[in-house]
C-alpha cells in the first residue's frame, strides 16, 4: 500500500472545487443554490398569546416574609440572624429575602414583597431597599435548629441501641467501660457487647432494646477512673462501622429484635373514629383524600374525610393554635410549590396551609395504637370456658355407647354359655355308641371263647 492510498480520501465539496477550477466552462454553466436560513426569533407567537405566569398571593408572600423575621425562624436561621445583627439599624436587604427557595418558588419580586408588607408591622426603609422587624426589635438568642430524623434512622436502633464512647483514658480498658455501663443500666436490661478500646480511644458498646433507650444513652455520662467519658449513639459511618466489629452472633440477636419491633408496630392504629391497620395504611388514605380533590375543592364538613383531617391536625407540633376559628378544610395548591396540600379555612376568612406529612411523622413517632380492653378479653375467657363446659357431648354418649357394646358382647356370652351345653349334649350322644360298641365287644370275646 502505497502513500496515495493511505490518505484520507478528498470530500465531495473539495472534489467539487477541483473539478470547477478544471472545467470552467461547467463553473459557469453550474446555477447558485441559494439557501434561505430563517432568522431566529424571541417567540413564533405574538406577546398577547404567550403564556404569563400568575402573579403570587399577596398574603403568602406576607406571611412569609414575616416568618423570616419572626423569633421562630431567627433563632435558628444564623445566616439572617448575622445579617441584621450585622447592621446597626437592624436593617435586611429585601434582596436577601428573595433569594431563599421559597420566595423564588413563589416568582416573588421586589414590588411584590413591598406591597405585601402594606398594613404590615414589618418596617420598610426609605429607600425601600431593606425591611426590619417593627420597632427594631431584639434580636432572640441564635439556638441549633432540631433535626428531624429520617425514617430509616429513627428505627435504626429497634433492634437495641449501638453506642460508641469517646476520649476513654489510655490506662483503661473496656472492663472498666463494662462495669461501669452495667452500674449505669436499668435492672434486667443485658449489655450484649463491649469491644476493646480502639486507637482512637473509643469503644463501641451495645445493649438490648429497652424503653426510651435512645435518650438513655444520649444523657449517659460515665465516670470512669476519674474522667467523665463523652457518650454517642452511633448513626451513618459510625454506625456501620460499628456493625463490622461486632460478632455475627450479636447482630443476630439485633436483627431478631428489629423484626419484634417491626411486627409491634403494625397494630392497628386509631385517629379519631377511624381505624386503620396500620400506619402506611393511613398515609395511603391522606394521599387518596388529596387526589381525589380538584384544587380549591372543600372537603365537607359531616363527611368522614374531614373528620379524619381535622383529628390528624391535632397530631401537628403546632395543631391547638393552628386549628383556633378553623370552619372547613380544602385541598389547593401549596404556597411553597407545586404540590399539593390542605388549607385550614377560618372564621376571619383567613386561610392558613399546613403539613400533613409533619402530622403523620408525628402519628408514627407515637403511634395511636388500639387499646385491648380487659373486660373483653375476660368474658372472651369466660365464654370459651362455658361452651368448652358445655360442649363434651362425647361423654354424654358414652353410656349409650356402652349400652350398645354390652348388647353386642351380650350374644357372644351367651353363645360362650350355650358352648358347653352343646358339648355336654355331644358327650351324652357319644356315650351310648360307645358303651354299644363295648357290649359288642365283650360279645364276640364271649362268642371267640366258646369257638375255642
Request: aromatic share 4%; hydrophobic share 35%.
Amino acid at each position: 500500500m502505497n502513500d496515495a492510498t493511505k490518505r484520507k480520501e478528498p470530500e465531495a465539496e473539495t472534489e467539487v472545487k477541483v473539478a470547477e477550477s478544471k472545467s470552467p466552462e461547467k463553473k459557469a454553466e453550474a446555477p447558485a443554490i441559494a439557501v434561505a436560513v430563517k432568522p431566529a426569533e424571541a417567540s413564533s407567537e405574538p406577546e398577547a398569546k404567550r403564556l404569563k405566569p400568575t402573579p403570587p398571593d399577596v398574603g403568602t408572600v406576607r406571611k412569609q416574609v414575616e416568618y423570616y423575621l419572626s423569633d421562630d425562624n431567627l433563632r435558628h436561621d444564623k445566616f439572617f440572624h448575622e445579617k441584621i445583627s450585622g447592621n446597626k439599624e437592624g436593617w435586611l436587604e429585601v434582596a436577601l429575602i428573595l433569594s431563599c427557595n421559597k420566595m423564588k418558588a413563589m416568582r416573588a419580586t421586589p414590588d411584590d414583597v413591598l406591597a405585601s408588607l402594606v398594613g404590615s408591622k414589618i418596617e420598610i426603609a426609605e429607600d425601600k431597599l431593606s425591611i426590619r422587624r417593627p420597632g427594631n426589635l431584639a434580636l432572640p438568642a441564635l439556638e441549633q435548629r432540631p433535626q428531624h430524623q429520617k425514617k430509616s434512622v429513627a428505627h435504626a436502633h429497634d433492634g437495641g441501641v449501638i453506642a460508641i464512647i469517646k476520649s476513654i483514658p489510655a490506662e483503661q480498658s473496656w472492663m472498666q467501660i463494662k462495669d461501669g455501663l452495667r452500674a449505669k443500666l436499668p435492672d434486667k436490661v443485658q449489655l450484649w457487647f463491649v469491644s476493646e478500646v480502639n486507637d482512637k480511644c473509643e469503644c463501641v458498646v451495645a445493649a438490648a432494646p429497652f424503653e426510651d433507650d435512645m435518650k438513655f444513652f444520649d444523657e449517659l455520662a460515665l465516670e470512669v477512673g476519674g474522667a467523665k467519658l463523652n457518650c454517642a449513639v452511633a448513626h451513618g459511618d459510625e454506625l456501620q462501622g460499628a456493625l463490622k466489629v461486632m460478632p455475627k452472633h450479636i447482630r443476630d440477636k439485633r436483627e431478631k429484635e428489629v423484626r419484634k419491633r417491626q411486627k409491634e408496630r403494625n397494630r392497628p392504629i386509631v385517629v379519631g373514629a377511624h381505624r386503620f391497620v396500620n400506619v402506611p395504611a393511613l398515609r395511603g388514605r391522606v394521599k387518596e383524600i388529596l387526589n381525589s380533590r380538584s384544587d380549591g375543592e372543600q372537603l365537607k364538613t359531616d363527611g368522614s374525610d374531614y373528620k379524619l383531617i381535622k383529628a390528624l391536625l391535632s397530631f401537628h407540633p403546632k395543631g391547638d393554635t393552628k386549628s383556633k376559628g378553623m370552619v372547613g378544610i380544602k385541598v389547593a395548591k401549596s404556597s411553597q410549590g407545586d404540590s399539593r396540600c390542605f388549607w385550614m379555612m377560618k372564621e376571619d376568612k383567613t386561610e392558613e396551609d399546613f403539613s400533613a406529612q409533619k402530622c403523620l411523622s408525628a402519628v408514627e413517632a407515637n403511634p395511636p395504637y388500639v387499646e385491648v380492653d380487659l373486660k373483653d378479653t375476660k368474658k372472651d375467657k369466660v365464654a370459651d370456658a362455658s361452651t368448652s363446659a358445655t360442649s363434651p357431648a362425647k361423654p354424654a354418649e358414652a353410656p349409650a355407647a356402652e349400652e350398645k357394646k354390652e348388647a353386642a358382647v351380650a350374644p357372644a356370652a351367651e353363645a360362650k354359655k350355650e358352648a358347653p351345653a352343646a358339648e355336654e349334649k355331644k358327650e351324652a350322644a357319644v356315650a351310648p355308641a360307645a358303651e354299644e360298641k363295648k357290649e359288642e365287644k365283650t360279645e364276640e370275646k364271649k362268642e371267640d371263647a366258646k369257638t375255642a
